[in-house]
Structure formats: structure tokens, C-alpha cells
């Protein structure tokens, strides 16, 4: 399995904001760390994709579909999963520990220093070889806080934090 940590740097502590895995199989899991939001997002191999939300104890609450896209052996192209809404007030602060820290196979660091009281959009997609360049492209259309391609996994992934203002500009 593939994790790529999302994380937040402000200006005296740096914030966790989720996670994103990638299974052998091809699964996508997108598990946002914001203060009173316990859920997270899943575009599975076979093209299911759903949100599950859980109480304050882990207990599952419920399940949105939003769905269906192609099996992730015949998947080709660029493909969005669902955008997520942040800021650093919104966020627990990420302690810093000596010692060993659990490793990730890639870290998405975004620059909030200069933005604190900005709230950001982060975007999340997946995509294929045959879309690499199509996928840089778009990444490299907007003004952008930060973006962050992982090419070692299947499917790629692909991350574009946006000041929610300059959405499309």
C-alpha cells in the first residue's frame, strides 16, 4: 500500500490535513484530518466511489454514494474525487516527535505561512500514465498554493491546493 501525508505548515506548528492511500488493488482512500469531521472519501478498484461519516467513537453513521466509474484495469485519463475545504484554524496542530516518525511514501507539504486566515481548496485526482501530461498541464493552469503529482503508485495521484479565492483564474 501507498500513504501519502497531507500537511499543513504555519507559522510556529505544522498541521496534519489527511491522508491518501493507494491499495495494491488500485482502492483510493482520502481520510481528511479537520477538527469535528471524522469521514473519509474512497474511489474503489472496481469504480465505486463513496463517502463514509462516523460519530466522535469511530462508529460508522452513514454512507453516501457517489458514483460509478470504470474498473480501475480499464481506467484511462484523468478522473476528480471530491475536493475538500480547509484552513489552519481547522486543523489540530501536528505534534513534532523525536525519534522515529511513522513513514509515508510521500508527503504533500502546502506553505500556509502568508495565508492564515485563507481558507483552501484541496483537489484530489487520480490518473494514468497515458494522462501524465494532460494532468501536469491542468495542475499547472491555475494559481496555485501548492501541487503534488506521485507517479509510483496505480492509479497516480494527483494534489492542487488552491487559495479558495483564485478558483479558475
Do not use: W
Amino acid at each position: 500500500m501507498v500513504e501519502i501525508e497531507i500537511v499543513a505548515l504555519g507559522e510556529s506548528n505544522h498541521y496534519s490535513v489527511g491522508v491518501v492511500t493507494v491499495t495494491k488493488d488500485g482502492d483510493v482512500n482520502f481520510v481528511p484530518k479537520i477538527n469535528g469531521v471524522q469521514c473519509h472519501f474512497s474511489r474503489l478498484h472496481n469504480g465505486q466511489r463513496h463517502m463514509k461519516i462516523f460519530d466522535g467513537e469511530g462508529k460508522m453513521m452513514e454512507t453516501y454514494e457517489l458514483g460509478k466509474g470504470l474498473h480501475i484495469k480499464d481506467f484511462r485519463g484523468i478522473e476528480s474525487l471530491p475536493a475538500q475545504s480547509f484552513a489552519l484554524n481547522t486543523l489540530k496542530p501536528k505534534p513534532r516527535k523525536k525519534g522515529v516518525q511513522k513513514r509515508a511514501d510521500g508527503c504533500f507539504m502546502i506553505e500556509m505561512r502568508d495565508y492564515k486566515s485563507s481558507t483552501f481548496n484541496l483537489h484530489t485526482f487520480i490518473f494514468t500514465k497515458d494522462s501524465k501530461e494532460k494532468m501536469e498541464e491542468l495542475v499547472k493552469k491555475h494559481r496555485k498554493i501548492a501541487s503534488y503529482l506521485f507517479v509510483n503508485c496505480h492509479p497516480m495521484i494527483a494534489m492542487v491546493a488552491l487559495n479558495s479565492d483564485s478558483q479558475g483564474k
